[in-house]
């Protein structure tokens, strides 16, 4: 089949041998957009081969010499910004606008770490051995940061492009090589990608892209011997990933159940508009939406008018036309969302909206006087639906906060920059946002979630220190 995107292995565009492809729907259409090689895993093996032995000769590259490159790789990605953000408007239906944006962001991200990493890379540490007891100043230890070997690169459909870069450039960087395993919804974006760092010249074997099947080749990539640290962002598949991965450094962000919390002092037109953007911006897509509204009593009435009336004037339709709510990414989805949906339905909820859905695509819906018996209470709809959880006291919603075994981020809308604090520090989550909605970047900033959200740090200095391993020689004087 000559319309099936070709895989990268060792600098080169291949067709699989298996002769079969993955499809990609479009998630408006629902019909077939793009195929991708439906890889095998005698493919996986030489993609690592190639990759280990890229990966010598790399970490020997002046770190100067990575960093030109990645800023090449980071020109290029720009460059081609409008047809990368036109598979991602087709693969994943984001609205247009968002997709060049994503495209953009990503050149930036590659850009920022190429920065990074040549000042971070660039230092090590001195240490002498008389300052802990029973030593003489008789031993100088010397220390520097070297490359983990091979990185697996595994990022969800939200983000094929941003959080694919995000894992390749730290990578890369730090001295590594990397083998990406994109989604099957982003996988051409993803390949567009690769391809602006096939264009940017960097060697054979050191970047590599496999497509095809989780049930084929996603256990064996993840639990390859070759493989020396996963980078993974997504859904529940993380933790079994997690469990079956061998003594390697893990990078997992497994989602988040957001919460939104208002007192009765916030500002409560920021706080509505931060509601509307944080829980419906791709559709509610994003692990960092907010994903339930904690309201004080008292201004719960006031608050839920204003996110209405916001709710209201979202546009609703194809990704082409940059509306506000488009469709979701599977027909599965859209059945999940509606799930949750029905059963807030038959326990009560208060709907704001009718509901309505035609396809994947789900208009978007607030249900307030919402209760902890509701599934959408503590599950993550990943879709345009908004539960509005009424409290009548604070403690009340750090404790909702708290049952959830998500952890990722939570905010806070109120005036009194004391009450803040001292709420943040009770809320069990990676980072709480005061008066503004739950959000990653800049993506220099750490990203991090707690319990089930994930292991580890991102952000461009934590990944690269994480894809580093410490090596100390220790001179010992006579
Ligand atoms: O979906 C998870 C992403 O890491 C969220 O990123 O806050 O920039 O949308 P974002």
Redesign the pocket.
């Given at each position: 089949d000559d319309d099936v995107f070709k895989f990268y292995l060792d600098g080169e565009w291949k067709k699989s041998s298996s002769g079969k492809s993955v499809s990609v729907i479009n998630p408006t259409t629902r019909k077939t957009q793009f195929k991708v090689q439906a890889c095998t895993q005698e493919e996986v093996n030489k993609i690592i081969e190639a990759a280990k032995t890229a990966q010598k000769s790399w970490a020997k590259t002046p770190l100067w010499r990575r960093a030109e490159l990645l800023h090449k790789a980071a020109a290029i990605l720009k460059e081609h910004r409008a047809p990368i953000a036109e598979c991602l408007v087709k693969e994943i239906a984001k609205p247009a606008k968002d997709a060049v944006t994503e495209v953009v962001r990503s050149g930036d991200l590659v850009s920022y770490c190429a920065e990074e990493g040549v000042r971070i890379l660039g230092e090590g540490k001195f240490l002498v051995s008389d300052s802990f007891p029973g030593n003489e100043r008789t031993k100088y230890c010397l220390t520097s940061k070297i490359p983990l070997g091979v990185v697996l690169a595994i990022p969800?459909f939200?983000?094929p492009v941003n959080?694919a870069v995000s894992k390749i450039a730290p990578a890369l960087i730090a001295g590594n090589s990397l083998v990406l395993k994109p989604p099957t919804q982003g996988a051409v974006a993803a390949l567009h990608m690769v391809h602006c760092f096939h264009l940017a010249g960097f060697p054979k074997g050191l970047i590599s892209c496999v497509t095809g099947k989780g049930s084929e080749i996603g256990d064996f990539l993840t639990m390859h011997p070759g493989v020396n640290c996963i980078s993974f962002?997504g859904g529940d598949t993380g933790i079994a990933i997690s469990k079956r991965a061998g003594m390697i450094p893990l990078q997992m962000?497994l989602g988040g159940k957001d919460a939104c919390i208002i007192l009765e002092d916030a500002d409560l037109d920021l706080a509505a508009a931060n509601i509307v953007k944080g829980g419906f911006s791709?559709s509610g897509q994003?692990?960092?939406a907010v994903k339930v509204v904690l309201v004080m009593e008292p201004v719960a009435d006031a608050l839920v008018e204003k996110v209405k009336a916001k709710v209201a004037k979202l546009t609703v339709g194809p990704p082409e036309d940059d509306c506000d709510i488009t469709p979701v990414v599977t027909e599965s989805s859209a059945n999940y969302i509606e799930g949750l949906v029905m059963d807030a339905k038959q326990k009560g909820a208060t709907f704001c909206q009718e509901y309505k859905r035609e396809g994947n695509l789900i208009w978007p819906l607030l249900l307030d006087n919402v209760r902890p018996d509701m599934r959408i209470a503590w599950e993550e709809p990943f879709g345009p639906v908004l539960p509005v959880v009424r409290i009548n006291s604070v403690e009340e919603g750090i404790h909702h906060c708290n049952a959830s075994n998500f952890g990722l981020q939570g905010c806070i809308f109120t005036r009194d920059i004391n009450k803040a604090i001292l709420i943040s520090d009770a809320m069990e989550t990676g980072t709480v946002q005061i008066n503004s909605a739950?959000?990653?970047?800049p993506d220099h900033f750490p990203?991090q979630g707690l319990k089930d959200s994930g292991i580890g740090s991102q952000g461009i200095t934590n990944s690269i220190n994480m894809m580093t391993k410490i090596k100390s020689t220790v001179i010992n004087l006579p």
């Open positions: 969800p939200n983000y959080l962002t962000e791709y994003r692990c960092t739950p959000a990653r970047g990203f």
